[in-house]
C-alpha cells in the first residue's frame, strides 16, 4: 500500500470524528461534506505523523478558509442561518471570528487541549485560550428572550403537541401560520398550515413519547427512547402562532444542542 492510500484509509476511518468537527463549524450536511471533501484533497504529499491529529488540524484549517470566505451575515439576518444547526446557537457563533469559533468548538465541544488547537489556528497556546475564551464569554453573553415572549412560546408549542396527540387537525391548523414550514436536518421540507397539519397522525405518534423541555433555553418538542432523546422539534413563534418548525434527529446534531437531561 502507497502513501496515499494509506492516508485515504485512515481519513475514512476518521470520517465521524472529522466530520462531526466540520458540522459544528459550517452549521450544515452540505457544506460539512464539502470541507471533507476538499481535505480529503489535500492528503497527498502530506507527513501522516501523529495521524489523528493532524487530520483534525487539516479539517480545521479547510474550515477555516470556508468560513473566511464567506461573505458577513447581513445585520438581522442570522436567524435564517438556524435551520442549519439548530435552535439558538448558530446565530452567536455566526457573529464570531473564524479562529474563535474553531478554537471554542475543538476545545470545549471535543476537549482538545490548547497545545493542540495553537497549531490549527496558528496561534500559541495562550492565544488559543484566549480566543476560546473570548468565544465562550461571547456565547454566554446570549440576551435572554423576555418572559413574555417565553410564555408566548411555551403555549404555542404545548397547543401544538395536544393537538398533534390527539390526531386533531383543525386544532393543529389552528395554532399554525399559513406559510408556516417544517425542515427536517434530512433535507426534507413541508410548507403550508394544511399540509403540515396533514401530518397529524405522524405527530400523534411522535406525542407519546415526547413532552416539552427547554432546549438551549426555548420550548421545543423532545422525542425519548429509554430516556435518550432521539429527536427535537424546535419551533419559530410569531403572533401566537407557529412559523417553523425544525425537526432534528442526526446523532451529530442532537450532541450540538442542549438538551436538559
Known sequence: MNSSDFLTRQFEAHRGHLRSVALRMLGSDDAAEAALREARSRLDGSDPAGLGGWLTTLVGRTCLDMLRARPPVPPGQETLLADSVGLALL???????????????LHDL?????????????RSPAAARELAGRARRRVRGLSPVAEADLR?????VAAFLAAAGEGDFDALSAI?????????????SVRGAAAVAGQAVMFA??????????????PAIVVRQEGRPVRVMGFTVAGGRIAEIEVVSDPARLAWLRIPG
Open 91 to 105: 446565530a452567536v457563533l455566526e457573529t464570531l471570528a473564524p479562529a474563535e469559533r474553531l478554537a471554542l468548538v
Open 152 to 156: 408566548a412560546h411555551r403555549a404555542a
Open 205 to 218: 405518534r411522535l406525542a407519546s413519547s415526547s413532552g416539552v423541555e427547554f432546549v438551549d433555553g426555548l
Open 176 to 188: 399554525l401560520a399559513p406559510d408556516v414550514v417544517v425542515r427536517s436536518d434530512g433535507g426534507a
Open 110 to 122: 471535543f476537549g482538545l487541549p490548547y497545545e493542540e488547537i495553537a497549531p490549527i489556528v496558528e
